[in-house]
């Protein structure tokens, strides 16, 4: 969390050298820009971006003085969100961080604006997906798959005993294996509604451990990141707005 909210603060300051000590050197970032997903690996890539970011014309987002309104704020450990709205120029923000040692080692990011793009229309994305990032959307695949079966057994036989999953719509994160895979149980038991029809996906990407996913659908926007260890989910978390 701290990590973040530093992150938030000096970004306003548009010091690019101060915003990249926030940030490891190994840093695997997905996320949505004007131009479609961006694929950040390392400090190169990183500070590529924060300079195009610095440098628009409107200059670097100060989200503390700005009119952003935080809707979810959570962390546990060394992983945090934050979901952000301001209507009618932000509909949803979702930002996940994962640290390392007090450095973002992964981060998923979006912004859906009022230039959404038209069902159907897939925006540029970057490059095929690795090898590795191929194996992980596999994994996730195959969670999706038990989800929709509503395969409780199958869902927890993917978690391990340090698994963290942060939702928006719960008042605090779920960690450990019994604590998240009776999440699911319960979800699934009850009805599991943001997958309940058909979704259109505008991010869908993976690259090293780390996969990042938003769809809109009947039910709204969802956000969701995976980040897996062993092929095991060590981290998700599922921020989510009803769009009406």
């Not at 950040?40 to 670097?60: H, K």
């Not at 509909?91 to 992964?106: D, E, P, V, W």
Request: aromatic fraction near 8%.
């Amino acid at each position: 969390m701290e990590v973040l909210m530093h992150h938030m603060k000096v970004l306003a300051t548009g010091d690019v050298d101060k915003i990249l000590e926030d940030y490891n050197e190994d840093l695997i970032g997905i996320s949505y820009e004007d131009d479609g997903v961006q694929l950040v690996i390392g400090s190169d890539d990183l500070r590529a971006q924060i300079e195009m970011v610095c440098g628009q014309t409107q200059g670097p987002p100060d989200v503390e003085s700005s009119p952003l309104k935080t809707t979810c704020l959570q962390g546990i450990g060394d992983y945090a969100v934050i979901v952000l709205e301001a209507d009618p120029i932000l509909t949803f923000g979702a930002h996940t961080y994962i640290s390392r040692n007090g450095k973002a080692l992964y981060t998923t990011g979006f912004h859906l604006c009022p230039r959404p793009f038209a069902m159907g229309e897939m925006p540029p994305r970057v490059g095929q997906l690795s090898d590795s990032g191929e194996h992980t959307h596999q994994l996730v695949e195959h969670f999706l798959k038990a989800v929709a079966d509503k395969d409780s057994d199958a869902v927890k036989s993917m978690l391990t005993e340090d698994t963290v999953l942060i939702v928006n719509s719960a008042e605090k994160p779920f960690s450990g294996q019994t604590e998240v895979g009776g999440y699911w149980e319960r979800t699934l038991k009850e009805g599991y509604r943001l997958r309940d029809s058909e979704p259109f996906y505008i991010i869908d990407e993976a690259e090293g451990p780390l996969a990042f996913m938003v769809y809109q659908n009947n039910e709204g926007i969802t956000a969701e990141t995976y980040l897996f260890d062993n092929d095991r989910i060590l981290f998700s978390s599922i921020l989510h707005r009803d769009i009406l």
